[in-house]
């Protein structure tokens, strides 16, 4: 008999632990594979940690054990479903980031393979049904058949609904003259990407490859401004490693950048690539980590979960555009793809190299002190210039153009002339939807969100009214709920109400529109990118999503429609992010021979965010932004952790949170700033309460022993949630 322990796959805190079970059967049982268990009268899916020989009979392990071990019910898996690496990875994560072990797990893998039910009736392997030739002797076959038979015989194994008239097939097979072979399917179809020779590398990208290989550091810095050639630095250092048969992974922050990378990579290293992606099915996705688990595919293109792909031999992680948000996953487990990357290069003996043209300020403060390589590219290719900025304060009424409530007369001057000249602009605004909001007239109600008490933001396609922070929707209203009046204002603009006035101001412009919205559809995305690149339109329109990364030749005007947006967003990381947001979009313009400029809008045109990120002057910023983080303690000065407390009941809530906020206090006092409870942004979903609290730190595993000290009582408690976010963004 043997002994196994086993994680069962509830994701609840309280269960983080294996459980124990018993197996006597003839299958062999290992660590990694799934088992099918009975617990607490329901039969759930489980993943076997540790598999331990036992003499003993069950009833003798439970009287020494003081407990009831149970049988399993059936092992669902051949052969483990993980390495022993990313088993290793799995449980550092886990404890790093306060997850529980199996939701880690989860997350790792792609559905059909996950420790759940949910998995056992996921996509599994599809087969194509070739038939090959069994008997080299066609004498005493018909004409017919003989046809057939030759047709294969010189085509070798032919997929068996292209070997010709099925009767025929059938009587071969029958007669045994055809056997038939199945072959894996591979359901992703790989974009039609002709093979592309190497262009001339310049002499800085030269030296920095040359840097990144001499450095002694395991992680490098690509520091590169908007234009510089950081996509060739990374093909050429991957190739290194591709020939000496080491595996590669190529992050991108998100799914509107995979395209651009599938393609690189795809024209010089053809089916060796694997792509995962949300936007694949999860049929493909599971083809394509079966793929790579297989040593199939070398390269892996993918967004931030693309970090736990099985890739075999692992020699190097890149992540491009390394300081975007969207690697760190905003649900639990809070991982940072960056992070995890970190961990899994230390196991496996990787390199990492972290790509950007304004890093985030942790990941450059480590490249300053020299726990980095930093590498860096200062000029655009060929010496481009960078794009001529120009700031419009729309604070001035006579900046806007007379006809519009959204465009200053500079930028849709600008705009008509380049749409006039046969060349494209993008324009970028941090806010999808319609109208930001609908009030009424009379009263000034205003719509709120019955759940959370959002503002409901006006969509002009449906002609409905959305949270952004649920689901709710509602359809717009006739009269104020409030006084009855019928006249209900939309107020401020979005991508759908920009792209509106440009179809109406310009209209000889062709225009496309690329946000979470229209990104719902599936491979609307890559759609859209194509068309732009194609030249089939001249205006792309939208979110932060088309600001970084893409490369597109013709366009030389960037408009940020309004540049203050994300400004007046409530976080210490305002600065950062609007600042990397602008830079990376001024940097889409005149990337090819043809100079190019940006417009910028604003209503404080004299920020140093907007003026600085306008220049794209990187290291004045950081100067800058690290004395005002170093004044308030603030990352990378320190470390956050959000701890989030709910509840369905209100007093509870705010009782609980205030018991641990103390409690945090006095047992971190030394090593730690404890601040709350506080009350976020939306307090009430869903029908709970929530309450944070913040904790600043040095050092994360000084405190590590107390914090689960302080935690361990909450997650024992079944009514309330503690919801734990290291390293959090989110404040
Ligand atoms: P970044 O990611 O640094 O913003 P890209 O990698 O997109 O910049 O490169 C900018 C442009 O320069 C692309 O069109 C790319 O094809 C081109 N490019 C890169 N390296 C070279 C080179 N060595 N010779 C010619 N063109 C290059």
Not at 138 to 164: C, I, M, Q, W
Not at 209 to 232: H, M, N, P
Not at 654 to 666: E, M
Request: hydrophobic residues 35%; charged residues 25%.
């Amino acid at each position: 008999m043997v002994l196994l322990d086993v994680l069962i796959e509830l994701k609840a805190r309280s269960l983080d632990r294996p459980f124990l079970y018993a197996y006597d059967g003839d299958l062999t049982i290992e660590p990694g594979m799934r088992v099918y268990v009975p617990f607490n009268k329901q039969e759930l899916v489980g993943y076997v940690l540790k598999v331990e020989q036992t003499h003993l009979s069950i009833e003798e392990v439970e009287k020494k054990r003081g407990f009831v071990v149970e049988k399993i019910i059936s092992v669902l898996d051949e052969a483990p479903i993980l390495s022993n690496e990313l088993v290793q990875l799995s449980e550092i994560v886990s404890s790093y980031y306060y997850a529980p072990h199996i939701s880690v797990l989860q997350a790792m893998l792609p559905v059909s393979l996950r420790p759940t039910r949910g998995a056992l009736s996921g996509p599994k392997i599809a087969y194509d049904t070739y038939v090959s030739i069994a008997k080299d002797d066609d004498s005493d076959l018909t004409p017919a058949l003989t046809e057939t038979y030759l047709f294969v015989k010189s085509n070798g194994p032919t997929l068996r609904k292209h070997a010709g008239n099925d009767y025929r097939v059938s009587k071969l097979l029958e007669s045994g003259h055809f056997k038939l072979e199945y072959k894996e399917k591979r359901r992703y179809e790989l974009p039609k990407v002709n093979r592309k020779s190497k262009p001339k590398l310049t002499t800085d990208q030269n030296k920095v490859i040359e840097e990144f290989f001499v450095a002694t550091q395991s992680v490098a810095l690509l520091e590169g401004v908007t234009g510089s050639g950081k996509t060739e630095v990374y093909l050429a250092i991957a190739e290194a490693y591709v020939k000496k048969g080491e595996g590669v992974i190529m992050l991108v922050p998100e799914i509107a950048l995979t395209p651009m990378m599938v393609k690189m990579f795809l024209s010089r290293y053809g089916e060796e690539v694997a792509v995962l992606h949300s936007e694949l099915t999860n049929a493909q996705r599971y083809d394509e980590y079966r793929r790579i688990a297989s040593g199939k595919a070398q390269i892996v293109v993918g967004v931030r979960s693309a970090i736990f792909a099985p890739v075999k031999n692992l020699g190097l992680i890149i992540l491009d555009e390394e300081h975007v948000e969207s690697y760190k996953q905003s649900t639990d487990p809070y991982y940072h793809a960056r992070e995890v990357a970190l961990f899994r290069a230390q196991l496996s003996g990787a390199k990492v190299l972290l790509g950007s043209a304004t890093p985030s300020l942790e990941t450059r403060t480590r490249a300053l002190k020299g726990v980095y390589k930093h590498l860096r590219l200062p000029k655009r290719i060929n010496e481009q210039a960078l794009p001529t900025t120009h700031i419009i304060d729309m604070q001035n009424p006579t900046n806007f153009a007379p006809e519009s409530v959204i465009f200053s007369r500079q930028l849709l001057g600008k705009l008509k002339e380049v749409v006039n000249k046969g060349e494209q602009a993008i324009l970028l605004i941090n806010r999808r939807g319609y109208a930001t909001y609908v009030n009424c007239r009379s009263c000034n109600h205003v719509f709120k969100c019955p759940n959370d008490q959002a503002t409901l933001t006006y969509h002009e396609f449906d002609k409905m009214l959305k949270c952004h922070h649920c689901d709710h929707v509602e359809f717009f209203p006739t009269t104020c709920p409030n006084c009855q009046n019928k006249t209900l204002w939309k107020t401020g603009f979005g991508t759908q109400r920009v792209e509106e006035e440009v179809n109406k101001l310009v209209p000889n412009a062709k225009t496309l529109r690329l946000d979470s919205d229209s990104a719902k559809v599936r491979s609307k995305i890559a759609k859209t990118l194509k068309q732009f690149a194609d030249q089939e339109a001249n205006i792309l329109i939208g979110t932060q999503m088309i600001a970084k990364g893409h490369d597109f030749p013709n366009v030389t005007l960037v408009g940020v429609v309004l540049a203050d947006l994300g400004l007046n967003f409530p976080s210490y990381r305002s600065s950062e992010t609007t600042f990397q947001l602008i830079t990376q979009a001024v940097g889409r313009s005149g990337r090819s021979d043809k100079i190019g400029s940006a417009y910028i809008q604003t209503n404080m045109p004299n920020h140093y965010v907007i003026n600085l990120a306008a220049k794209q002057d990187y290291e004045t910023f950081y100067n800058y932004e690290m004395r005002i983080r170093n004044m308030h303690n603030y990352p990378p000065y320190s470390y956050l952790m959000k701890v989030s407390i709910s509840s369905k009941d209100k007093t509870l809530t705010a009782k609980t949170a205030a018991i641990l906020t103390s409690d945090l206090q006095v047992k971190l006092k030394d090593d730690a700033e404890v601040l709350g409870p506080l009350l976020p942004y939306i307090d009430y979903l869903g029908g709970y309460y929530f309450q944070n609290i913040i904790i600043k730190y040095k050092n994360y595993f000084k405190i590590k022993p107390e914090l689960f000290k302080a935690f361990r009582p909450l997650i024992e408690n079944t009514r309330v949630t503690i919801n734990i976010d290291v390293d959090t963004l989110d404040i």
